[in-house]
Nanobody
């Protein structure tokens, strides 16, 4: 059973940056496709970025493209989400989720949350002046 733990959330001013981490319990992170989701108050959870297993191909939702960057360090069993040029509408609880695959994963289109069996508990990001 893969365990995921998000960290790095907090309060940041508009235009600022924040880096999130998703620490995992596996030594074989390379075999997992990892997706970042977020859920704002009163809104549905949305997928925002993905990094595929084996090839580390990335994909982003239009709402964050050009501002957010997803990466992975398999040696540290951790996936990262660097968020720049943050806006108030980025305020949400951010989750990482994962699925195992023996073949290169697919990130486009962004995986539906129902496809992902492993989830973290979330970390809160607030963007406000």
């Amino acid at each position: 059973q893969l365990q995921l733990v998000e960290s790095g959330g907090g309060l940041v001013q508009p235009g600022g940056s924040l880096g999130l981490s998703c620490a995992t319990s596996t030594r074989f992170l390379d075999y997992y496709t990892v997706v970042w989701f977020r859920q704002a108050p009163g809104k549905e959870r949305e997928g925002i970025s993905c990094i595929s297993s084996r090839t580390s191909v990335t994909h982003y939702a239009d709402s964050v493209k050009g501002r957010f960057t997803v990466s992975r360090d398999n040696s540290k069993s951790t996936v990262y989400l660097q968020m720049n040029s943050l806006k108030p509408e980025d305020t949400a609880t951010y989750y990482c989720a994962a699925e195992w695959s023996s073949s290169p994963g697919i990130c486009a289109p962004l995986p539906d949350e129902g496809r992902l069996p492993f989830w973290g508990q979330g970390t809160q990001v607030s963007v406000s002046s």
